[in-house]
């Protein structure tokens, strides 16, 4: 088991970043890799990032690529999120997750974050 927890959201306006974290217990952190996924009122859950066990390698969705960079510490068990330039349609929870596969599916992602809020006002 590997349990995540989220931070660092909150309410900004747009053109403003933020940073997101997640921090992991249980299980080695660096044996998994790691995904970011958000949520927006009345959407489905979509697929934001993921990055590599090492962190080596990293992909995006197009909607955010140039703007978010994931990244992660496994000598702190803790995996980010930055956010920049942020526009009112990056409003979601944003959750990260963690996966013994790299995939942009969240079906192949057995453990999951609370979530935590990112507002973005115009």
């Known amino acids: 088991q590997v349990q995540l927890v989220e931070s660092g959201g909150g309410l900004v306006q747009a053109g403003a970043s933020l940073r997101l974290s997640c921090a992991a217990s249980g299980r080695s952190f660096s044996n998994y890799v790691m995904g970011w996924f958000r949520q927006a009122p009345g959407k489905e859950r979509e697929f934001v990032a993921v990055?590599?066990?090492?962190?080596?390698?990293?992909d995006y969705a197009d909607a955010v690529k140039g703007r978010f960079t994931i990244s992660r510490d496994n000598a702190e068990n803790t995996g980010y999120l930055n956010l920049v330039s942020l526009e009112p349609k990056d409003t979601a929870v944003y959750y990260c997750?963690?996966?013994?596969?790299?995939?942009?599916?969240?079906?192949?992602?057995?453990?999951w974050g609370q979530g935590t809020q990112v507002t973005v006002s115009s």
């Open positions: 997750a963690v996966s013994l596969i790299w995939a942009s599916r969240s079906e192949a992602y057995p453990y």
């Open positions: 990055i590599s066990r090492s962190g080596s390698s990293t």
